[in-house]
C-alpha cells in the first residue's frame, strides 16, 4: 500500500493553480484563485513562488487551526474529521 501525503499533495496540487503576474516595476506577484488571501510578492519569479508556498502552507496550518473551511483541491478535501487508530493496534 502506498503511503500518501494529502498535505503534500494539497500543497502541490494549489500550487499547480498559481497565477504569476510581472508588475512594472519588474517585481512578480503571484496568488492562488481558489484559496483566498493567498499571495505573494518578490523581486524575482522564483522568490516569489518560494514565498507563495510559504504563505500558503501557513494559511492551510492556520486554517486548520482555527476550523476555517478550506477549498477541496484536485479532490483532496482537509476539512474532513481525521480518524484516529487505538494505540494498540499499532
Not at 62 to 70: I, S, Y
Not at 75 to 86: F, H
Amino acid at each position: 500500500m502506498a503511503a500518501r501525503h494529502i498535505l503534500s499533495e494539497y500543497v502541490a496540487q494549489a500550487m499547480a493553480q498559481a497565477q504569476y503576474d510581472k508588475l512594472e516595476d519588474g517585481t512578480f506577484s503571484a496568488r492562488i484563485p481558489p484559496c483566498k488571501g493567498v499571495v505573494a510578492f518578490a523581486a524575482t519569479l522564483r522568490d516569489c513562488e518560494d514565498d507563495l508556498r510559504s504563505t500558503l502552507e501557513d494559511w492551510i496550518l492556520v486554517g486548520l487551526k482555527l476550523g476555517h473551511p478550506l477549498p477541496v483541491i484536485a479532490g483532496l478535501d482537509l476539512n474532513r474529521e481525521p480518524t484516529r487508530e487505538p494505540v494498540d493496534a499499532m
